[in-house]
């Protein structure tokens, strides 16, 4: 009979030698006269146990990790392939604590189906959400998706089906579906895992938005530092064509659409949605004022739908369960559930999905179980580069949009970023500028000049005479303050926020008394 | 190996991807992806073929960080330098590659053999630092598994390859 082992193709375990181990695997199975299928499958997100090897048993998936190559002859010889005890085992998958605490909904299959396998996602509920859809009219597909609180996961955080509503009354021969998967923010990898992991259900969420809106063309955008992310949607496009998943004639209900993956060219920028949309057309990424929105004028001059590869591939699971059941998880005004990624430097490093209104602490603590060096926690970045450093005794703060915006910072697309208490925050402050001067895009002052006029500031605030450090504090505030008020976009506008947390909360990395840090917040 | 840049096979990749809309960038990914890089010979045709300016195609050609005007080395390493990164010892990664290679980020080594780049973000967040070389990611490098890393030859077949268009 043959046995089925499941070793991740996600290019985090491949970072860490998954690639050997699946051909070690294969090859001492061989060897011994066993029959088994590898399957190359997602990432669960737990990256500190990667590779992660998992095999299917009559009593459910078990699990072995971290395997190296080394391990492999020892694991066969106690039974791996019977999903016998192991120094490495982990039992059944499906009673791992750290999995079994989380709600997973957009990450439901990342890890439990063959992502180059339609039938694998089928047979796991895929598709389920696009039938419900097509037996719905498309303004009840829209009506769906707002009653179920989704809000887009890019970072920005607006309604999902008011966006769609905006193209859907749009008249026009020509609308597009656009996934914004250029996900450059550090500390995030959510979206290239699910593209990795389950590339079948981002495309469902998107003919689902097609159908919605009346598109026809869609575009994902994916970073080029993804490579793999790039040839798992292409595998899984060209599978959803063949059967009748995309094309003319979807599922014969008659709808049309089709999609196309395009590779950015490393612009942080473009993550940005106008700036993507002028990549997209072949431009250099240039911010575009707003308005017009992309929703009425976005992609060649088109009603275009831009949203997060998150929020789209949440779509099949809200259509699937219904909208009641998504809204019913979550808090306040942020409903569903939120794809956590912890990262940096933590024991327990991966994807935590659960309902909205955990704490910081107890996703750093319970889910993270602290620094990965052991030495105490100084500080975490919320939300990417532009988030806010928040201290080590500010983690009591629940994370939802806006417990987060309350505090001045914000949670972005999920990001957590954990540092120790061997991290010199005056860097970081003047990271966060370097970084926006590296990628502005150019097309505003505030952003191109300021972010350099940042640097230099930072720079002698840390070097220069002490006694000029309160005026140089000053213009450093009044910069945060010119740069927040007048940049076109979010990278400008929202690069003071790591520079401001840093004076509001670490003020002696800067050399700086709290008294002279003052009206920093 | 990448193919010798010449006029009569730029203009064949150039053809062959010329179509669909906003083809321009997906057009210099395939010229970097079969020559290593876009010789500046390529502006023009692409110009032409996609009915924009010269100004336009160089304009994006020196916007976009992965589309090199040059030919790279036989290898390409680049560093992440994201702050999931720097918590983990990113800071004196980046110092130590820099040394060890005897460049600064965007060079090449005088031998011709290594391209060392930065790169802000590979997504490997959890298993920081990360490291690519030639495309390939690897996880949880120091400067010891940096060094390892760098210590095997260029392998010919990869140079200078992208992710293609």
């Not at chain 1, 940049?487 to 670490?506: D, E, I, Y």
């Not at chain 2, 020196?62 to 990164?85: H, I």
Request: charged share 20%.
């Amino acid at each position: 009979m043959t046995v089925t082992v499941f070793v991740p193709g996600d290019s985090g375990a491949r970072a860490v030698g998954a690639d050997d181990v699946a051909a070690a695997i294969a090859a001492q199975a061989s060897a011994r006269g066993s029959d088994v299928a590898i399957v190359r499958n997602g990432s669960r997100g737990m990256y500190w146990l990667e590779p992660f090897v998992e095999v299917e048993t009559a009593g459910g998936r078990v699990a072995y990790g971290p395997v190296a190559v080394s391990d492999v002859a020892g694991l066969l010889d106690a039974g791996l392939l019977d999903g016998e005890p192991h120094p490495l085992g982990h039992g059944l998958v499906s009673r791992i604590d750290w999995l079994e605490r989380q709600q997973r909904v957009t990450f439901a299959r990342v890890g439990v189906v063959d992502p180059a396998s339609p039938d694998s996602f089928e047979a796991h509920g895929g598709m389920v959400g696009l039938r419900a859809a097509l037996a719905m009219s498309p303004i009840d597909v829209v009506a769906a998706v707002t009653e179920s609180g989704l809000r887009g996961r890019g970072g920005a955080g607006f309604p999902t089906g008011i966006k769609w509503k905006t193209v859907a009354d749009a008249r026009s021969s020509v609308k597009f579906i656009c996934c914004n998967a250029d996900e450059g923010d550090s500390g995030t990898f959510a979206d290239r895992m699910l593209m990795e992991g389950d590339p079948f259900t981002l495309i469902e969420g998107m003919t689902i938005a097609a159908y919605a809106v009346g598109a026809t063309e869609g575009f994902v955008y994916v970073r080029s530092e993804y490579p793999d992310a790039v040839v798992s949607m292409r595998r899984a496009i060209a599978a959803a064509r063949e059967r009748g998943w995309l094309g003319a004639d979807i599922l014969g209900s008659g709808l049309r659409f089709d999609l196309d993956v395009r590779v950015g060219a490393g612009a942080y920028i473009c993550g940005e949605e106008t700036a993507m949309l002028d990549s997209l057309e072949g431009k250099r990424g240039m911010v575009r004022p707003k308005p017009p929105l992309p929703a009425l004028s976005g992609l060649f001059g088109r009603p275009t739908v831009i949203n997060n590869v998150l929020s789209l591939a949440t779509v099949p699971m809200v259509l699937a369960q219904g909208s009641q059941a998504y809204h019913a998880l979550g808090v306040g005004r942020s409903r569903g559930t939120q794809v956590f990624q912890l990262a940096g430097n933590i024991a327990r490093g991966g994807i935590v999905e659960t309902a909205f209104g955990l704490t910081l602490a107890e996703l750093i603590e319970d889910f993270g179980g602290g620094t990965r060096s052991g030495r105490p926690l100084r500080a975490v970045q919320v939300g990417g580069p532009l988030g806010a450093y928040l201290p080590a005794d500010g983690l009591a703060l629940h994370l939802d949009y806006e417990e987060l915006a309350a505090d001045g910072a914000m949670l972005g697309h999920g990001g957590v970023v954990v540092f120790d208490d061997t991290v010199d925050m005056g860097q970081q402050a003047r990271f966060a500028m370097e970084f926006c001067a590296e990628e502005s895009c150019g097309k505003c002052t505030p952003c191109r000049v300021g972010a350099v006029r940042g640097v230099e500031v930072i720079d002698r605030i840390l070097l220069g005479p002490p006694e000029e450090r309160a005026e140089q504090v000053a213009l450093l505030e009044d910069l945060c303050e010119l740069m927040t008020d007048g940049s076109l976009c979010a990278m400008g506008g929202l690069t003071p926020n790591p520079v401001r947390s840093v004076l509001r909360h670490f003020p002696q990395d800067l050399g700086l008394t709290p008294v002279q840090a003052g009206g920093a917040r | 190996m990448s193919t010798e840049w010449s006029v009569e096979a730029g203009a064949r990749v150039i053809a062959d991807h010329a179509g669909g809309r906003g083809p321009l960038l997906p057009v210099l990914h395939a010229l970097q992806h079969e020559f290593g890089y876009v010789d500046a010979a390529a502006l023009p045709l692409v110009a032409k073929a996609l009915n924009v300016s010269r100004a336009d195609v160089h304009g994006v050609v020196t916007f976009y960080s992965d589309l090199r005007s040059s030919p790279p080395g036989a290898r390409t390493v680049a560093v992440c330098r994201g702050e999931a990164c720097q918590a983990v010892g990113g800071h004196a990664l980046a110092d130590h590659a820099q040394d060890r290679l005897g460049v600064r980020f965007g060079e090449t080594t005088a031998d011709g053999s290594t391209t060392l780049d930065q790169v802000f973000c590979l997504g490997l967040c959890a298993l920081s630092p990360a490291v690519t070389v030639d495309g390939r990611a690897h996880g949880r490098v120091d400067a010891a598994a940096f060094d390892q890393l760098v210590a095997v030859a260029p392998s010919e077949s990869s140079a200078g390859r992208g992710v293609g268009a």
